[in-house]
């Protein structure tokens, strides 16, 4: 059971624009919602992450838009760079026992976004 | 701060054979995980260890694979007999109070 669909499976924009990726997620107990941004040869890596207490949050460029009603977020990056060309990944978890966010992630199944000079 | 470190890299085998692969988590971390990357999708968690304790295998194919993590800290993640549907990236990753942090993974191709 896919419990967090992620789109578009790709994405390309030119320097300057906005790249925009989308996720929806099925379990309402889920409440830490991170972005990973992936390489080619390296592990994903934190970007941004957000609670379901918050509609908005932002980091430089990057920004996560969150909609509990609809159980949607996504991310949006601002003034796109040749350099965030990379696969882009939205995840979710819940928390369970003593454990603190992180655990358990779901992941949707990846956003490649090139960025053209 | 060392990273996750992961090796091998790169492993080539025959379908039937055995692997195995090696995690040194960051210092501290005492969660480690096993995640699958399978070639166009996001990770999948295999297996989650707290300290030297399995908390999360439900989704490990207990036929043929098996991790362990002696000591609370390396761990290793292995598969026998190897499938072709086991051709995959396979990522440690472990994590202290807060973030997740990633390997660079281990690329698994089963011939």
């Known amino acids: 059971q896919q419990q967090v669909k992620q789109s578009p499976q790709s994405l390309i924009v030119q320097k300057g624009g906005i790249s925009i990726i989308n996720c929806a997620y099925e379990n309402t107990a889920f409440d830490y919602f991170p972005w990973y941004q992936q390489f080619p040869g390296k592990g994903p890596a934190l970007l941004i992450a957000?609670?379901?207490?918050?509609s908005e949050k932002k980091e430089g460029r990057f920004t996560i838009s969150f909609n509990k009603s609809a159980k949607q977020f996504s991310l949006h990056i601002m003034d796109s760079q040749p350099g965030d060309s990379a696969t882009y990944f939205c995840?979710?978890?819940?928390?369970?026992?003593?454990?603190?966010?992180?655990?358990?992630?779901?992941f949707g199944e990846g956003t490649q976004l090139t960025v053209n000079p | 701060e060392a990273g996750v470190a992961q090796s091998p890299r790169y492993k080539i085998i025959e379908k039937r054979q055995s692997v195995a692969f090696w995690c040194n988590p960051i210092s501290g971390h005492a969660t480690l995980y096993w995640y699958q990357q399978i070639l166009g999708q996001g990770p999948k968690l295999l297996i989650q260890f707290q300290n030297n304790g399995v908390v999360d295998d439900s989704q490990l194919p207990k036929d043929r694979f098996s991790a362990e993590r002696l000591k609370g800290v390396d761990s290793t993640l292995k598969i026998q007999p190897a499938k072709l549907e086991d051709s995959a990236v396979y990522l440690c990753?472990?994590?202290?109070?807060?973030?997740?942090?990633f390997g660079e993974g281990s690329r698994l191709t089963v011939l």
């Open positions: 957000i609670r379901p207490d918050v």
């Open positions: 995840a979710a978890s819940r928390r369970t026992g003593g454990e603190t966010s992180g655990s358990r992630l779901t």
């Open positions: 990753a472990s994590r202290g109070y807060g973030e997740l942090f």
